[in-house]
């Protein structure tokens, strides 16, 4: 199964700053997904990241906020911007293969 | 649009219950549904069903699909207070992200 190391695993920040999610993955994987997971509540989709191309956002998500880059097949970065304390959230990203959908580490983001 | 409902939102049980949390989907395009367990932050991957009727089981963790019915039970026996967690189901069609469920906070109190 792919095993994807994700960094920071946590970080408090101040609002009106940016912070920038990584995750490399040890295989080569077409599409990589970020997740938002507000307290108490299950995971919601961001944007799904393709190589070569602009991600693909989901409803009540924008690049302008939330600028993601996939350079090549392993690696992917997710960009928390301008952030306002509402951010406050567990970030994931993940991948699927024939063994099922795997998750890197989550980051713990706290910001003030 | 694609939708997955797990049941109960929340259980508490004693040690040594044997429990039972369900899953039921309505998707298009499906391919296989996932269980996790969350505890802290990742959720960690316990089983992926694609076929009806072929148990799936780890240890005291086994979980079916009935795609006639379309839902999936994951079941417990003997729980341990490390079982405590969130149990999410999700669903899979090809090449787009998971659906996932609320999930179930299962409680386990010795």
């Known amino acids: 199964s792919a095993v994807i190391s994700q960094k920071p695993s946590r970080d408090i920040c101040q609002r009106g700053t940016s912070l920038t999610i990584q995750c490399q993955v040890d295989s080569q994987v077409t599409m990589m997904f970020w997740y938002r997971q507000q307290p108490g509540q299950s995971l919601t989709l961001i944007a799904t990241?393709?190589?070569?191309?602009?991600?693909?956002?989901e409803s009540g998500f924008v690049i302008d906020k939330f600028p993601i880059s996939r350079p090549n097949l392993t690696f992917s970065t997710l960009t928390v911007s301008n952030m306002s304390p509402e951010d406050s959230s567990i970030y994931l990203c993940s991948v699927f293969d024939t063994l099922g959908a795997f998750f890197g580490q989550g980051t713990r983001l706290t910001v003030v | 649009e694609d939708k997955v409902v797990q049941s109960p939102l929340s259980l508490v049980v004693h040690e040594g219950d044997t429990v039972t949390l369900n899953c039921s989907y309505e998707?298009?395009?499906?391919?296989?549904l996932l269980w996790y367990k969350q505890e802290k932050k990742a959720p960690t991957f316990l089983f992926m069903l694609?076929?009806?009727?072929i148990e799936k089981k780890s240890g005291r963790l086994s979980s079916i699909l009935d795609k006639k019915e379309l839902f999936s039970i994951l079941n417990i026996t003997a729980t341990q207070t490390g079982d405590s967690a969130v149990y999410l189901c999700?669903?899979?069609?090809?090449?787009?992200?998971?659906?996932f469920g609320k999930g179930t906070r299962l409680s386990v109190i010795a």
């Open positions: 999700a669903t899979n069609s090809g090449n787009t992200p998971l659906v």
């Open positions: 998707v298009t395009n499906f391919r296989s």
């Open positions: 990241a393709n190589q070569g191309s602009e991600a693909t956002y």
């Open positions: 694609t076929s009806s009727g």
